[in-house]
C-alpha cells in the first residue's frame, strides 16, 4: 500500500510538472529548435550524472540497440521541436490539446506491428476526436494560427505515438533512465548542426530558464514517472496523465493570461475525453 501511494505521488507530481513544460515555449525567447537542443543537452548532462550515481552501466547491448536508440532519439526529437512550435504559433492549450490525439493515433498504428486491424469502437473514437479538433478548428486552413497550432501537434503526436510504439517492442529491456540518456543525447546531436541561438550572448534569465526546462522540467518528471510505473498499473500511469491538458491550460490562462473560447474547451473535453478512454481500454484489454 505504501509503495502504491508513492508511486500514485510520483505520477501525479510529474503530470504536474509537464503541465508547467508547455509553458516554456512562450517563456523562452527562442525558437522550438534551440528549445530542444538545449533542453536535451542538459538533460542528457543530468541523467548521465544521474545513472553514474546509481552506478548503472551506459552502455547497450549490440549494435541493434544502438541503432534503435538513434532511431527512437530522432522521432523525440522532431516530436519535441513541433510540438514547441505548435504552442509557439498558436497557444500552449491548442498544442497541448492537439497532442493528446497520440492515444488515439497509438491504438491505429500498434495493429501494424503485429499484424492486427483496429477495432471498431477505436474508428468511432477516433472520429469523436476529429468532431473535437473540427469543433477548435472550424475553417481549417494555414493562414489560421489556431488550424496551424493544431497541425504541427497532431504531428507531434505522431512522432511520440510511433516512438512510443517503438521503444515498448525493441527497447523495454532498459530503463526509462537510460532509454532517456541516449534518446536525449541523439536529439542535441542532430539538432547541434541547425541550432542558431549562442547560449554565450543569451540573458541571464533565459539561461536560468533553459537550466529548469532541462533539469527540474524534463530529466525530473521523466524520472518520477519512470518510478512511478514501478508500483502503478500503466492504466492507472495514462489516465492520470491526461490531466496534463488540464494543467497546461489552466498554467497558460494564470500566468500567461492565454484564455480560452468556449468551442476550445468543448472541442479540448472531447479529445481528451476520447484519449482517457483508449487508455483505459487499450489497457483493460490487455
Known amino acids: 500500500m505504501q509503495h502504491h501511494k508513492e508511486g500514485l505521488l510520483s505520477v501525479h507530481v510529474a503530470v504536474l510538472i509537464f503541465g ?16 530542444t537542443f538545449y533542453r536535451s543537452v542538459i538533460a542528457c548532462m543530468v541523467i548521465a550524472l544521474y545513472l553514474a550515481y546509481k552506478k548503472q552501466s551506459y552502455t547497450l547491448d549490440g549494435l541493434r540497440d544502438y541503432f534503435m536508440a538513434a532511431i527512437l532519439g530522432v522521432l523525440l526529437a522532431v516530436h519535441w521541436v513541433t510540438y514547441f512550435y505548435a504552442m509557439q504559433v ?18 491505429f498504428l500498434e495493429p501494424l506491428f503485429h499484424g492486427d486491424k483496429p477495432h471498431r469502437s477505436d474508428i468511432i473514437i477516433s472520429i469523436a476526436v476529429l468532431f473535437g479538433i473540427y469543433l477548435i478548428v472550424p475553417d481549417f486552413s494555414l493562414d489560421n494560427t489556431t488550424a496551424l497550432g493544431i497541425a504541427f501537434g497532431v504531428f507531434s503526436a505522431l512522432m ?3 516512438r512510443n510504439i517503438m521503444q515498448r517492442r525493441y527497447f523495454s529491456a532498459y530503463s526509462a533512465s537510460h532509454a532517456l540518456l541516449y534518446q536525449t543525447l541523439v536529439v542535441a546531436l542532430v539538432l547541434f548542426v541547425f541550432h542558431d541561438a549562442n547560449v554565450i550572448s543569451m540573458e541571464n534569465n533565459q539561461l536560468w530558464l533553459l537550466l529548469l526546462l532541462g533539469v527540474m522540467f524534463t530529466a525530473l518528471p521523466h524520472t ?4 512511478g510505473l514501478l508500483h502503478l498499473k500503466a492504466k492507472t500511469a495514462s489516465l492520470i496523465a491526461c490531466v496534463q491538458v488540464v494543467y497546461a491550460t489552466v498554467f497558460a490562462a494564470l500566468i500567461l493570461g492565454e484564455w480560452l473560447e468556449l468551442n476550445v474547451i468543448i472541442g479540448g473535453a472531447i479529445v481528451v475525453s476520447a484519449a482517457m478512454y483508449e487508455s483505459l481500454s487499450k489497457r483493460q484489454s490487455r
Open 20 to 35: 508547467f513544460t508547455a509553458l516554456f515555449s512562450k517563456l523562452l525567447s527562442l525558437t522550438a529548435l534551440d528549445i
Open 90 to 107: 498558436s497557444s500552449v492549450a491548442i498544442g497541448v490539446i492537439a497532442l493528446y490525439t497520440y492515444p488515439v493515433i497509438t491504438v
Open 160 to 162: 511520440i505515438a510511433l
Open 224 to 227: 518520477l514517472f519512470a518510478y
